[in-house]
Antibody, heavy 118, light 106 residues
Framework: QVQLQQSGAGLVKSSETLSLTCTVYGGSFSGFFWSWIRQSPGKGLEWIGEINHSGTTRYNPSLKSRVSMSADTSKNQISLRLTSVTAADTAVYYC????????????WGQGSLVTVSS | DIQMTQSPSSLSASVGDSVTITCRASQSIGTSLHWYQQRPGKAPNILISSTSTLQNGVPSRFSGSGSGTDFTLTISTLQPEDFATYFCQQSYNTPLTFGGGTKVEI
């Protein structure tokens, strides 16, 4: 059974870079895409983008200029970087696996609350 | 982007009631519509994929229907553990988008 474990800083200063990591346990890492999604009271659930084991990425155009994702197959990890953060980037960030022919998300990581401070 | 509009944003119900939540897409998405349940402090959990396919372990009191732009999630005979927030998500086009959520309260 695949499980996703997230880690990373929970407090980031305004204008700096948010960094999070998601480690995949218990299943295949290669052959799948892996997504980042965030949830804030103001904007609800927002898909940030996805990456596969070979580094192919797709980003939400609304965040594309500030987002980068990477994959480390030796550690079964994906990483998210979001630059030039503002208070609007304060959210719970999730990693999740798009699954099935129709790309629903299952499973999800436990979530990481990231607060942007001034 | 495809906008997903859920209604109502919240509802009050009692144990044993039947409730229906609606999700409307800003353009046709076929049947690429999925439903999640989220409890406080937890990640969303997939309930129904591709409009009407119940995920393993999800009780049969949950059902989904629709196609094109209009979709519904029905919970028949509400149980205490069903009081949560429900989200829809489209996977027809990127960026993948979610509805704003429906909070089901006692």
């Amino acid at each position: 059974q695949v499980q996703l474990q997230q880690s990373g800083a929970g407090l980031v200063k305004s204008s700096e870079t948010l960094s999070l990591t998601c480690t995949v346990y218990g299943g295949s890492f290669s052959g799948f895409f892996w997504s980042w999604i965030r949830q804030s009271p103001g904007k609800g659930l927002e898909w940030i983008g996805e990456i596969n084991h070979s580094g192919t990425t797709r980003y939400n155009p609304s965040l594309k200029s500030r987002v980068s994702m990477s994959a480390d197959t030796s550690k079964n990890q994906i990483s998210l970087r979001l630059t030039s953060v503002t208070a609007a980037d304060t959210a719970v960030y999730y990693c999740a696996r798009p699954w099935g022919l129709d790309n629903w998300f299952d499973p999800w990581g436990q979530g990481s609350l990231v607060t942007v401070s001034s | 982007d495809i906008q997903m509009t859920q209604s109502p944003s919240s509802l009050s119900a009692s144990v044993g009631d039947s409730v229906t939540i609606t999700c409307r897409a800003s353009q046709s998405i076929g049947t690429s519509l999925h439903w999640y349940q989220q409890r406080p402090g937890k990640a969303p959990n997939i309930l129904i994929s591709s409009t009407s396919t119940l995920q393993n372990g999800v009780p049969s009191r949950f059902s989904g229907s629709g196609s094109g732009t209009d979709f519904t999630l029905t919970i028949s005979t509400l149980q205490p553990e069903d009081f949560a927030t429900y989200f829809c998500q489209q996977s027809y086009n990127t960026p993948l988008t979610f509805g704003g959520g429906t909070k089901v309260e006692i």
